[in-house]
């Protein structure tokens, strides 16, 4: 099985994703977080990746998309892959169609968490994520049981992504409506675009996807 999740930012992408791979053992490609690891590392691409990212723009499509050629190139056939972040762009969604065939993959689902962009501002700035483990909380909606304190691994330490600040999120869904909504239709075109109401529940949005893909 092979899916793409795509929404604007704040629409639960990483969230849900985080959980098909817990629960079905799929693997998560997100050019943002293959992105972030490369700022922190310094490689060359993290260097020249960062300011356009702290901007809120959109990185070049050969750079994600090399991301995930190498991704690809490393999982097992059996294994599915789930797109978080990617394509964003026309030229990227043709990119995946070629990088899909030369890895013996084929696209099963699009599926679009539906969003009030309103509402996304605020589920973005609560936004934090465990510093040692990666586990995602929010302030309000989903913060750790015990405050402080991973509810995984018990760290301590907590981070927020420099981008998760409310003018860089309008560019981010300026970039989203712009770039990335016109990808839908090729897609609708082909029957395989399912629509979620991501405004639900983590839970409810989680089952509507698992109905998806039974
Ligand atoms: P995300 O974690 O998906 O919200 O991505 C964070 C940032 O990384 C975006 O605002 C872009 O600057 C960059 N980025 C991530 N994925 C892509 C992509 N597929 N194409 C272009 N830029 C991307």
Redesign the pocket.
Known sequence: MNIILLGP?GAG??TQSARLVEQYGMRQL????M??AAVKAQTPVGIK?KA??DA??????EI?SDLIDVELATMEADTGAIF??????AA?AQILDGLLEKHGRSLDYVIELEVDEDALVERITGRFSCANCGTLYHDTANPPAKPGVCDVCGSTEFKRRP?DNEETVRT?MQ?YRAKTAPILPGYEARGIVRRVDGMASIGEVAAAIDAILK
């Open positions: 930012p992408k990483g997100s050019t943002g977080d992105l972030r990746a356009v990212m809120g723009e959109l990185v070049s499509d994600v978080d972040g990617y394509p964003r762009t990227q981008d981010r970039e």
